[in-house]
């Protein structure tokens, strides 16, 4: 750090701010922490509609991550690889949700899949299969507010990973497809991978686009946050202890995470080596 | 013919017809912008192109008409930069073409390890490229692009950004596997040490067009663009209505007045100043700026004894001249009657 000494000291105008940013961050975290009722978060833990809350988050935050891999790398390719007519509105149309209110996206959702919406109605009729307040409609919503970021970081992984490999590998014989499994893929992973956990911190924190389009109801579509609030409108006390062990689960996983992948830099050009 | 034929013309870069016979070497030469990768670049079918502008054959098999995809056509690329995959081992690296065009894993390794060990770095087999020199990573590429087959082999400025020791002996090693090679090679390079020592046969190219076409020895010999004469070093000049004259740097006189012809033996001379002035070899080489209608500027190899009998020193005015006897006249306009047109005498 002593040659960042000789460009002087960082001024006040940059620093102060940035100062009172960090103890705008920090101060609600450090209350919760302190606010937390620690002797009853063991027997919290243990009670059946926190456990069922907790496992049905993991569930549909990882189910999400999921639709997210198998949806958002083909389209996140498409938009970084094939010049298409309407490219662009395409793009635009997948950032919306990301300014989305959570709750517009559930109603939007209901519209389109509930029982009688645009989509859901057909298939009510045909097959009798109602989407609305399930676990499935639970993964449904994640996966509409988080596929954006997943698919805006996927992408700019593909591109940064350029096409030169494209042509080498087509050069020497290779597929679309194979050029794809085995340059492109590799090369954007830590893109995958950071969109992924994006995606997923998303998810798990979701709650807006969840009560409104599947509800609130135990054991079926009440994840970690609606469960945190149907206990806060009750005993705002309670919900502390709550807030703890979704917090403590999200940085943890961060935590482990972080090391591994989530400080990887920029993905590798054609004519630079990347040594692993 | 069943070495290469194509004719290409890519609107606003590129107009050129190649040919080439099987075992050749064609050397292709040209200032930055000329066409140089893109030629290279058409022929392995990487530029959008329908078979109306460009058409391609190689071993008597035509690549355009229906258009071949790149990995349909058999050819070994070396791009500028080496583009090794970045992920893979050397191994896997010059196994990929083989695997890819379905070559079985173990077939496809075996293969990779011989092609390594022939370029000299068999034992490098487990590497990743980060983990190679520039030279190192040169012959992984050109092992990779080597190990499909080929029937054309394309190399993009080989020699680029290796240090001068490490592209002398990679030249070398090169220059005796392309010996041995039965396909047709297109070398792209900045280098006329390449062009003379690899090539069988050069290309010129300036502004997209072909501007002069031969063997190495004649193309250096009465080079027809200033670019390859000062790739040669050989000085270049207009020289009657529609010829050129070139002579050799050492063949140039300076002196600090105007020279005065003897009977008999007419000189070229120009007046001008001193721009530059280098070691080179056992003397020194001045570069004159000339003034009026002569070239833009002249090379001249002098002692360093004159040099200082002379104050040659940049800005300083001086006459060059050449001796007659020095001196290659030839005809300029050939290149244009050379240039065979798009698409005319395709086949033959």
């Known amino acids: 750090m002593s040659d960042r000494a000789t460009l002087g000291r960082p001024p006040a105008l940059l620093w102060v701010p940035a100062a009172l940013a960090v103890v705008f961050l920090a101060v609600p975290l450090l209350a919760l922490v302190l606010a937390t009722p620690w002797s009853s978060l063991l027997a919290d833990l243990r009670s059946p509609d926190v456990l069922a809350a907790l496992r049905l988050s993991a569930q549909t935050s990882l189910a999400t991550v999921v639709a997210c891999l198998v949806l958002g790398t083909p389209l996140a390719w498409v938009l970084a690889r094939v010049d298409f007519p309407g490219r662009g509105l395409v793009r635009a149309l997948v950032t919306v949700p990301l300014v989305l209110p959570p709750v517009v996206a559930g109603v939007a959702l209901i519209a389109a899949l509930g029982r009688s919406g645009l989509v859901g109605g057909p298939l009510d009729a045909a097959t009798g299969l109602t989407l609305p307040f399930t676990t499935a409609a639970v993964v449904v919503a994640h996966t509409f507010v988080s596929l954006p970021f997943y698919v805006i970081s996927v992408e ?121 | ?93 010059v196994a990929f073409g083989l695997r890819a065009r379905g070559v079985e894993r173990r077939a496809a390794r075996d293969r990779a390890d011989a092609e390594l060990e022939r370029l000299g770095v068999g034992h490098l087999a487990e590497r990743r490229p980060g983990e190679l020199s520039g030279g190192q990573a040169q012959r992984v590429a050109i092992a990779r692009a080597l190990a499909t087959d080929p029937e054309l082999l394309l190399l993009d400025e080989p020699f680029a950004g290796l240090d001068v020791g490490v592209a002398a002996t990679l030249r070398v090693e090169l220059a005796r596997h392309l010996a041995t090679y039965g396909g047709t090679t297109v070398l792209v390079t ?22 002069q ?86 090379l001249a190899d002098v002692t360093a004894a004159a040099v200082a ?40």
Not at chain 1, 178 to 188: E, I, K
Not at chain 2, 39 to 62: T, W, Y
Not at chain 2, 190 to 203: E, P
């Open chain 2, 190 to 211: 900045h280098d006329a040490v390449d062009a003379l020592a690899l090539g069988t046969r050069m290309l010129v190219l300036e502004d997209g067009r072909v501007a």
């Open chain 2, 1 to 93: 013919m069943s070495g290469l034929v194509a004719d290409l013309d890519v609107p606003g870069r590129l107009r050129a017809a190649v040919r080439a016979e099987e075992g050749d070497v064609l050397v292709v030469v040209g200032p930055n912008g000329s066409g140089k990768t893109t030629l290279l670049r058409c022929l392995a079918g990487l530029l959008p192109g329908g078979p109306a502008e460009v058409a391609v054959a190689v071993g008597g098999r035509c690549w355009t008409s229906p258009l071949l995809l790149p990995r349909d056509r058999r050819v070994g690329y070396v791009v500028q930069g080496q583009a090794l995959f970045p992920h893979l081992d050397a191994r896997e690296n």
């Open chain 1, 156 to 276: 700019g992984a593909l591109r940064s990973a350029g096409e030169g490999f494209d042509e080498v590998a087509a050069g020497l014989g290779a597929t679309r497809w194979y050029t794809f499994r085995r340059v492109t893929l590799p090369l954007a992973l830590p893109g995958v991978v950071a969109g992924s956990v994006l995606a997923w911190a998303r998810s798990l924190g979701e709650f807006g686009a969840t009560v409104t389009f599947a509800g609130n109801y135990p054991g079926t579509t009440q994840t970690m946050p609606s469960r945190i609030y149907a206990v806060y409108l009750a005993d705002p006390e309670a919900a502390r202890t709550l807030a703890m062990i979704l917090l403590l689960v999200s940085v943890g996983v961060l935590a482990l995470l972080r090391n591994r992948w989530l400080t990887t830099g920029a993905a590798p050009r054609v004519g630079t080596g990347v040594v692993a």
């Open chain 2, 309 to 348: 009998e002379l104050g040659l020193h940049p800005g300083v005015e001086v006459w060059a001249s050449a001796k007659e006897t020095a001196v290659t006249r030839y005809p300029a306009g050939a290149a244009d009657d050379a240039a065979p047109t798009l698409r005319s005498g395709h086949g033959d």
């Open chain 2, 213 to 298: 076409e031969g063997t190495p020895a004649e193309v250096a010999a009465r080079p027809r663009t200033d670019h390859v004469a000062r790739l040669v070093g050989l000085n270049l000049v207009p020289a009657g209505p529609a010829g050129l004259a070139a002579f050799r740097p050492s063949a140039v006189t300076l002196s600090p007045g105007a020279p005065t012809a003897p009977s008999g033996s007419a000189r070229l001379r120009w007046r001008g100043r001193v721009e530059q002035v280098v070691p080179y070899g056992d003397g020194v080489r001045v570069s004159v700026r000339t003034s009026g209608d002569g070239p833009d500027a002249l």
